[in-house]
């Protein structure tokens, strides 16, 4: 039966050039989908792994290696002025993208898994102790789970799992179970990178806050599919990564309140995180240096800077309606193809798709799609967990951006009848 009679997400053919957002004109942003691979155009379709950048991030990049580049913050010279300008600025963009109270609130950091170290280190170390109890959730991404591990390791404490249903689900009666005086922090994926699964986190936040827990989200997904608002959310700490949201790689964000990071202790020590030091003792800077200890990463900031002015200029709600219509037309697409089976089939998800086909490994589905010029990712997705719990080793997990096209749907679906063709 066609997976569209009972997909609810299933839904008409979005046309490029649809009025209120020009596919083709943003493709034309993105100068590296403009090429061939093994003599067939590109399609992209990896983007849950790393998005493509634009022309705007690029050149800002550029131009701040050619007109700005200096060191930060203590230079009285020009170049140095214009950087560390350049770098509060970006500041102040990624304040403003995931609508934080204050620009200290937002820690620049190298990705989601530094952000999320960072506070399993600082905070987990000093309120987190033998015997209490921290919440994940079975759909974690690898760098939502290990930083834990290590932290219960350190300190005796106990990791919870919220499983999720044959849909993808997270089952929240089972998570309330596990909330309880022994409770410490919830992490948990606002978006999951291998079911594309979008999680219920204003409940889960307030289920956890009636326990005075405090709540990190892992963003690293949803950033570039979802329009997220710290302060409407009221997540204790957010983290993402720079380079999903059409930024560069080696930045990212932590964002965390203002309070929470008063009192957290520093993560690393070093230049820039320090008002005062003597051999006896060292008095910290203010937040957010307090945590960026040593030289940032001021190109990365100024190109996610660019990267949020682009993704804003566009507007994650049209983003958001437009992702929606090309899943759903995959969905529908790819279901249908012989031997395929969806992982992943939540009411409420985004951009991923993720699938197997009976009896053919998913690196091989890989290799072959490759070979057509489509790029999807083969593997486990640092979810290993999650693998186990749907019984398989590995998915094929083709992911949506901003560019992509249901044009690009249909010769994904081309490309699998090679599958068929070679393994019958
Ligand atoms: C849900 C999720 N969390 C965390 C990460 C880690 O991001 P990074 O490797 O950029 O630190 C990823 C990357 O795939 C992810 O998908």
Redesign the pocket.
Known sequence: MSQRANDPMAAARPESGAPDYDVERIRRDFPILHQEVRGHPLVYLDN??TTQKPSPVIDAVKAYYERDNANIHRGVHTLSERATRAYEDARVKVQHFVNAADPGEIVFVR????AINLVAHSYGRTHIGAGDEIILTQME?H??IVPWQLLCEQTGARLKVVPVNDAGELLLEEFEKLLGPRTKLVAV?HM??ALGTINPVERIIAMAHAFHVPVLL?G??AVSHLEVDVQRLDCDFYAF?G??VYGPTGI?VLYAKRDLLDAMPPYQGGGDMISRVTFDETAYSKVPQKFEAGTPNIAGAVGLGAALDYVGGVGLARIQAYEQKVLAYACDAVGQAPGVRLVGTAGQRASVLSFVIEGVHPHDIGTILDSEGVAIRAGHH?AMPLMDRFGVPATARASFGIYNTCDEVDTLVKAMHKIKEIFG
Do not use: F, L, P, V
């Open positions: 849950a792994a990705g989601a898994t530094e991404h760098s939502n994926s999951s990178n892992d690293a997904q990564s380079h999903k990212g640092c």
